[in-house]
């Protein structure tokens, strides 16, 4: 496969325009279209296109079964180590114990992030305070996080209520 050009390359998938319908983004058995219901959800987050979408969904998997965005960004890896003894806590580096390819496209995300109005306030302040990559990996929870919000709400919207039973007469 032929990587970027002029003529319509897709550079994050190195794919080029004249390439099969099944390697491109869009069309019917293009990528993404069996995802199902949170590929368009996700990517809804400020900062995701359309493959780190798949990346995120791909990943995941089953959203269910993350409690909580916390939970979710501790097993990604995007939360930091805390050692603590009695009253003493120190909090380290971030974890890095789930997925290496969520975390990477979940910064790479970030980079372009960090600069929507959103984001950028927040970055700003902890770039400050703690330095650039820092807040960079910051922005990447907050990514992640706010995909979990969407996907859990997708599917709690896409789940069939049951109806309260009619009242005996």
């Not at 909090?91 to 960090?114: D, F, N, P």
């Not at 400050?128 to 706010?146: D, M, N, S, Y």
Request: proline letters at 6%.
């Amino acid at each position: 496969m032929v990587i970027a050009d002029r003529r319509g390359a897709d550079p994050l998938l190195g794919c080029r325009a004249d390439d099969p319908p099944v390697l491109r983004r869009g069309g019917p058995g293009g990528i993404g279209a069996g995802a199902g219901l949170g590929y368009g959800v996700v990517g809804l987050v400020d900062g995701v296109g359309p493959y780190t979408a798949l990346v995120i969904l791909a990943e995941v998997g089953d959203v269910t079964r993350f409690g909580s965005a916390r939970k979710l960004a501790a097993w990604a890896g995007l939360t930091p180590t805390v050692r603590g003894s009695d009253r003493t806590v120190r909090h380290g580096h971030i974890s890095k114990q789930g997925s290496v390819w969520l975390r990477w496209i979940l910064c790479e995300a970030a980079q372009t992030a960090k600069r929507h109005p959103d984001f950028a306030a927040s970055y700003a302040a902890i770039a400050r305070r703690r330095g650039k990559k820092i807040a960079t990996t910051a922005i990447a929870r907050k990514l992640l996080t706010r995909a979990w919000h969407l996907l859990a709400d997708a599917e709690h919207a896409a789940r069939p209520h049951a109806s309260a039973p009619a009242p005996a007469t």
